[in-house]
């Protein structure tokens, strides 16, 4: 099987983002000697509109200037040690703003390309695909949406055609949330390993344009959560995120996860961790072909990293590691 360790590149979008230092370098410096260690390669998501925001808000502040190397200087390893970096996009981007030595985040009307006009979606999209392409050389061809709102996808079909984004990894089948910011349904998702779509990321179509690789998914129960939030309470050390921002809200999410039975992402996140294995045993007993697995370096864990560690010692002889780079 293909397992993909795919990481969301970026900081925290609620009331602080946190440092670069705790959500992007320590965590993903770490992701990447465990990449040398196995010689399993891994792809990065890498938010771009924060990027575009850095560069410009970089020239009037000096910590903005040390950050943005910094952030630079990684993306150059990520690149040189043959990790792949991808399109990830979060326009709230487009209205956020640097002042008094923090950023201010602003994600009402703007937290998906949804909530923008056709104009400004392609002129986004555009903007930042060139960017990230310009500034690693290479071209990308796999696109996930910030905060997986990728619907509805026909307003983005023609202008992904045109930038020649093949492929889709933001869906994770069964998953839905609606609030004031998210928006999405992916109950109705193909429980494939992968599929072509063309208008509708839900709906496969064997001629479609595209390819879905959905992130792997899973019915986590209340007692997982319980178990969640009391481990980091107990034990933070272990269990305590190492990002040092705050999440974006999302009101009742809490609770529901904690009453009931919901679908969430196969992850390397803090205790998502310790279903890796169950969820891979799982993939195989379908045999399906690919597994994606999602992560995101500010919320890695101590707990996580050594979970994530046994899991890919166990699993790299026997399963092939490998970045949407190389499926071009
Ligand atoms: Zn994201």
């Known amino acids: 099987m293909n397992i993909f360790l795919t990481y969301d590149y970026e900081l925290f979008f609620g009331e602080s983002t946190g440092s670069v230092d705790k959500c992007l370098i320590e965590p993903t410096n770490r992701l990447l000697n465990l990449s040398k260690l196995f010689n399993v390669k891994m792809t990065f998501f890498v938010d771009v509109g924060y990027l575009i925001k850095l560069k410009e808000f970089a020239i009037d502040n000096l910590e903005l200037a040390i950050d943005q190397q910094k952030v630079l200087e990684q993306l150059k390893c990520i690149i040189e040690s043959g990790n792949s970096i991808q399109l990830h996009i979060h326009p709230h981007w487009e209205n956020s703003f640097y002042e008094?030595?923090?950023?201010?985040?602003?994600?009402?009307?703007?937290?998906?390309?949804?909530?923008?006009?056709?104009?400004?979606?392609?002129?986004?999209?555009?903007?930042?695909?060139?960017?990230?392409?310009?500034?690693?050389?290479?071209?990308?061809?796999?696109?996930?949406?910030?905060?997986?709102?990728?619907?509805?996808?026909?307003?983005?079909?023609?202008?992904?055609?045109?930038?020649?984004?093949?492929?889709?990894?933001?869906?994770?089948?069964?998953?839905?949330?609606?609030?004031?910011?998210?928006?999405?349904?992916?109950?109705?998702?193909?429980?494939?390993?992968?599929?072509?779509?063309?208008?509708?990321?839900?709906?496969?179509?064997?001629?479609?344009?595209?390819?879905?690789?959905?992130?792997?998914?899973?019915r986590y129960s209340p007692l997982f959560y319980w178990r969640l939030y009391i481990l980091g309470r107990l034990f933070p050390s272990k269990h305590k995120m190492l990002g040092d921002g705050i999440f974006l809200s999302q009101p009742g999410r809490k609770k529901s996860v904690l009453t009931n039975f919901t679908w969430n992402h196969v992850s390397t996140d803090g205790y998502y961790a310790s279903k890796l294995n169950t969820c891979l045993k799982s993939c195989e007993k379908r045999n399906f072909s690919d597994m994606v697995i999602i992560g995101h370096p500010k919320s890695m864990t101590n707990y996580s990293f050594q979970v994530l560690e046994n899991f890919i010692k166990d699993n790299h002889t026997k399963h092939a590691f490998r970045t949407f780079k190389e499926l071009l």
């Open 100 to 218: 008094d030595g923090n950023w201010h985040i602003i994600t009402d009307k703007s937290y998906k390309l949804d909530d923008f006009s056709d104009e400004e979606i392609r002129r986004i999209v555009r903007n930042y695909k060139y960017f990230i392409d310009t500034l690693t050389g290479q071209k990308t061809t796999a696109f996930r949406a910030g905060g997986w709102c990728i619907q509805p996808f026909y307003r983005l079909k023609e202008l992904f055609k045109e930038l020649e984004i093949t492929i889709d990894s933001s869906v994770f089948p069964g998953g839905k949330f609606f609030s004031l910011h998210y928006d999405f349904d992916f109950t109705n998702a193909p429980n494939k390993a992968k599929y072509r779509f063309e208008s509708d990321v839900c709906i496969e179509d064997l001629d479609g344009y595209f390819t879905e690789y959905p992130i792997s998914s899973w």
